[in-house]
């Protein structure tokens, strides 16, 4: 079984500063996929950023980067030079090869709130 | 421009009836899925389909039903036998079911029961 795991319910972060949301995920697949989705209040998801579990390096798209530990299971969110649309609910999710093919796995998210 | 659509947006119903979401996608995606939300929570993954005619039971289909006649559609009865069917429905699809392949969401559809 995957499952995914935010700590964080709600974060504050002040206008063009950094932030990190966190996620932790568990999964007997060896070949796996990490996305982040941005959920503002409209109820779009909106993709972000995806991590392939054999990737070698840290995902990176615009301002947002993706600090991937393998041996930690964990898949950390970077947001650099937050802004006030940045404020939205944040989910972490997974994606398996074998036993869980074609299935994705949602945290229960983070509400990140950006203060001008 | 290619895209998922759900309607209707807003839809109410009354207890005992059965209701149909309906969910289109016109970027030729094998895979196709339906969640359901709750407030100030994650995704729940209700049923999905990798491709046109067949589909699997997600983590709570129970009171749901779908069918994927046609590779561009995925729509969802959901049955009097749900019971707390009030929520909001996010319909997704991908290029197929590989990790690699993020999913496309459509804009939902809020179901309230009165």
């Known amino acids: 079984a995957q499952k995914i795991t935010q700590t964080q319910p709600g974060m504050f972060v002040q206008e063009k500063e950094a932030v990190t949301l966190d996620c932790t995920y568990d999964?007997?697949?060896?070949?796996?996929?990490l996305f982040w989705y941005k959920q503002p209040s409209s109820g779009e998801m909106i993709f972000l950023i995806y991590?392939?579990?054999?990737?070698?390096q840290n995902a990176t798209e615009g301002r947002y980067s993706l600090n991937f530990q393998k041996a930690r299971k964990s898949a950390n969110l970077v947001i650099s030079a937050s802004q006030l649309g940045d404020s939205a609910m944040y989910f972490c999710?997974?994606?398996?090869?074998?036993?869980?093919?074609?299935?994705?796995?949602f945290g229960d998210g983070t509400t990140l709130t950006v203060k001008p | 421009d290619g895209g998922i659509t759900q309607s209707p947006k807003y839809l109410f119903r009354k207890e005992g009836q059965n209701v149909t979401l309906s969910c289109e996608q016109n970027?030729?995606?094998?895979?196709m899925y339906w969640y359901r939300q709750d407030p100030g929570q994650g995704l729940r993954l209700i049923y999905y389909?990798?491709?046109?005619?067949?589909?699997q039971k997600g983590d709570i289909a129970e009171g749901y039903s779908v069918s994927r006649e046609k590779k561009e559609s995925f729509p969802l009865t959901v049955t009097s036998a749900q019971k707390n069917p009030t929520a909001f429905y996010l319909c997704?699809?991908?290029?197929?079911?590989?990790?690699?392949?993020?999913?496309?969401f459509g804009p939902g559809t809020r179901l309230t029961v009165l």
């Open positions: 997704a699809s991908s290029p197929g079911g590989a990790p690699y392949n993020e999913q496309f």
């Open positions: 999964t007997s697949d060896p070949s796996y996929g």
């Open positions: 991590q392939g579990s054999y990737d070698q």
């Open positions: 999710a997974m994606r398996g090869h074998n036993t869980n093919a074609g299935k994705s796995t």
């Open positions: 970027l030729n995606h094998d895979a």
């Open positions: 389909s990798q491709i046109v005619n067949d589909f």
